[in-house]
T-cell receptor, first 118, second 114 residues
């Protein structure tokens, strides 16, 4: 009964390559997110989609392009990978649009994808 | 100034004692506050959320919020070795209606010593 799943779990690649990470949630949530956690464990939001619509787009290089084919899926494509892209990337979902406080804003995280760029 | 600040630790607490974790935030308009726990190599998981001033208790955990001081804390009573983890304070940024922009602190590493 997986809630938020990501593939792959580990990704090792060379600088300059293009790679994708996939995320799926079976919780019926409206909103999905991508977060980056760097080597110092700092967790930072990158993007958010609500029912296939891009809502949050933080200051992220345009080499990163999210795509949401439907509200249960959010993928992340990264072009021309750089050493500084090495991190753990977490997908998350939340129940409703962020209208009310509290549990509707709770983030349910996937297991993470550890990306290593050599 | 960071938007959400935490002491990085490590915070070492003897088993059975109370662990106290603190967090301050900069945006006075913030309304929702969260504590997540993250074990090494795992994803963050929610412990508690709070959005009213005062205390909120759930089992051994108590979250405290003081909006006037822009301060959130988490108390863990009867600390167990299984509580050893990094604790992330998180704040929902105001101004978004279709998604929740959650700002995380850098986390406090808690170690419970037997």
């Amino acid at each position: 009964d997986t809630a938020v799943s990501q593939t792959p779990k580990y990704l090792v690649t060379q600088m300059g390559n293009d790679k994708s990470i996939k995320c799926e949630q079976n919780l019926g949530h409206d909103t999905m997110y991508w977060y980056k956690q760097d080597s110092k464990k700092f967790l930072k939001i990158m993007f958010s989609y609500n029912n296939k619509e891009l809502i949050i787009n933080e200051t992220v290089p345009n080499r990163f392009s999210p795509k949401s084919p439907d509200k249960a899926h959010l993928n992340l494509h990264i072009n021309s990978l750089e050493l500084g892209d090495s991190a753990v990337y977490f997908c998350a979902s939340s129940p409703l649009r962020g209208l009310a406080g509290g549990d509707t804003d709770t983030q349910y995280f996937g297991p993470g994808t550890r990306l290593t760029v050599l | 100034q960071k938007e959400v600040e935490q002491n990085s630790g490590p915070l070492s607490v003897p088993e059975g004692a109370i662990a106290s974790l603190n967090c301050t935030y900069s945006d006075r308009g913030s309304q929702s506050f969260f504590w997540y726990r993250q074990y090494s190599g795992k994803s963050p998981e929610l412990i508690m959320f709070i959005y009213s001033n005062g205390d909120k208790e759930d089992g051994r955990f108590t979250a405290q919020l003081n909006k006037a001081s822009q301060y959130v804390s988490l108390l863990i009573r009867d600390s167990q070795p299984s509580d050893s983890a990094t604790y992330l304070c998180a704040v929902k940024a105001p101004g978004y209606s279709s998604a929740s922009k959650i700002i995380f602190g850098s986390g406090t590493r808690l170690s419970i010593r037997p």
